[in-house]
């Protein structure tokens, strides 16, 4: 988990406040993702980025958006958070060189605990 | 309905038991098959990695995947209470992109 890290690890916001939660990683990886993780719902991607121009809308992407700052940076903001929002951030890199051809081992950050009252 | 079904539990077991676990899935395109751990608040973290049909196996851990029934296992033999943890399924097609089982939390009692 200390190669990635996320900021807040746990936020309580209002309605309709903008919020930002930060990813940053030293593995060196090109390849960077946001998910959603609720009870009963597993993971759900958000957004994903293969490199620092290139930006992909995931499953849940409404209400949401990112900017890949760096290779190592990767944001994701709530322009009006809403309390369904309420939910485990979790930030995941990988590299496209490891893979061997199909898919790349994710590793995944610690996580931001986020409340939208 | 969802991609990927996986039975939340939860799953309490004495130290020493064989756990099972399982997942069904309904797309035909993925052929890469992973289990992830989940301790309490932490991010997942890479178990098992399995490709197409077969049994892998690493330890204490047996993955198996059939892909004409579209499901895949995971087995942990004589579980430990440091397996207590929430385990996720997931699985890609060559796209990069995972898709995630609910989880199941697991308890093995000392």
């Known amino acids: 988990d200390a190669d990635v890290t996320q900021t807040p690890r746990n936020r309580i916001t209002k309605t309709g406040k903008r919020i930002m939660l930060e990813c940053s990683q030293t593995?060196?990886?090109?390849?960077m993702y946001w998910y959603r993780q609720d009870p009963g719902l597993g993971l759900r991607l958000i957004y994903y980025?293969?490199?620092?121009?290139?930006?992909n809308k995931g499953e849940i992407s409404d209400g949401y958006s990112v900017s890949r700052q760096a290779q190592a940076k990767f944001s994701l903001s709530l322009e009006s958070a809403i309390p369904n929002q309420t939910a485990l951030y979790f930030c995941?890199?990988?590299?496209?060189?490891?893979?061997?051809?199909?898919?790349?081992?994710?590793?995944f950050g610690p996580g931001t605990r986020l409340t939208v009252l | 309905q969802k991609e990927v079904e996986q039975d939340p539990g939860p799953l309490s077991v004495p130290e020493g038991a064989i756990v099972s676990l399982n997942c069904t899935y309904s797309?035909?395109?993925?052929?890469?098959f992973m289990w992830y751990r989940q301790y309490s608040r932490k991010g997942p973290e890479l178990l098992m990695y399995?490709?197409?049909?077969g049994n892998k196996e690493d330890g204490r851990f047996t993955a198996q995947v059939d892909k004409s029934s579209k499901y895949i296992s995971l087995f942990i033999r004589d579980s430990q209470p440091s397996d207590s943890a929430t385990y996720l399924c997931?699985?890609?097609?060559?796209?990069?992109?995972?898709?995630f089982g609910a989880g199941t939390t697991v308890t093995v009692r000392a």
């Open positions: 593995k060196g990886h090109d390849r």
């Open positions: 797309n035909s395109a993925f052929q890469y």
């Open positions: 995941a890199t990988s590299d496209s060189l490891a893979g061997g051809g199909g898919t790349d081992t994710q590793y």
């Open positions: 980025s293969f490199d620092v121009k290139d930006i």
């Open positions: 997931a699985m890609s097609a060559a796209d990069y992109k995972l898709s």
């Open positions: 399995t490709y197409s049909s």
